[in-house]
């Protein structure tokens, strides 16, 4: 059974940091594709990062240099290292899973349940 388990988002204040965390279970998670998505409040769905099963990373252009993803396939968990935080960067983010890195993919993939990030000014 497949399990995606998000944790440590929170509140924070602007300029601060937060690590995210996923936890996976029941596929190979070292050969998928792994991403962050966020949702901010009333607006759609967006890729924020994701890293291939070789370690290559892609980032939203409005989190890079803020924002570090990173995998542990031995514990078969993906994080996301959140800094220098800004008001817009609030919202839920989710965690998902995937063979093949690429939006379409991903929607097809295993997706985590979500963990909230609220950044104040």
């Known amino acids: 059974r497949v399990q995606v388990v998000e944790s440590g988002g929170g509140s924070v204040q602007a300029g601060g940091s937060l690590r995210l965390s996923c936890s996976t279970s029941g596929f190979p998670f070292e050969e998928y594709c792994v991403g962050w998505f966020r949702q901010a409040p009333g607006k759609e769905r967006d890729e924020v990062a994701h890293m291939d099963d070789d370690g290559t990373t892609w980032y939203a252009d409005s989190v890079k240099g803020r924002f570090t993803i990173s995998r542990d396939n031995a514990k078969n968990t993906l994080y996301l290292q959140m800094s220098e935080l800004i008001t817009d960067d609030t919202g839920v983010y989710y965690c998902?899973?995937?063979?093949?890195?690429?939006?379409?993919?991903?929607?097809?993939?295993?997706w985590g349940q979500g963990t909230q990030v609220t950044v104040s000014s």
């Open positions: 998902a899973a995937s063979p093949i890195c690429g939006t379409v993919a991903f929607a097809q993939g295993y």
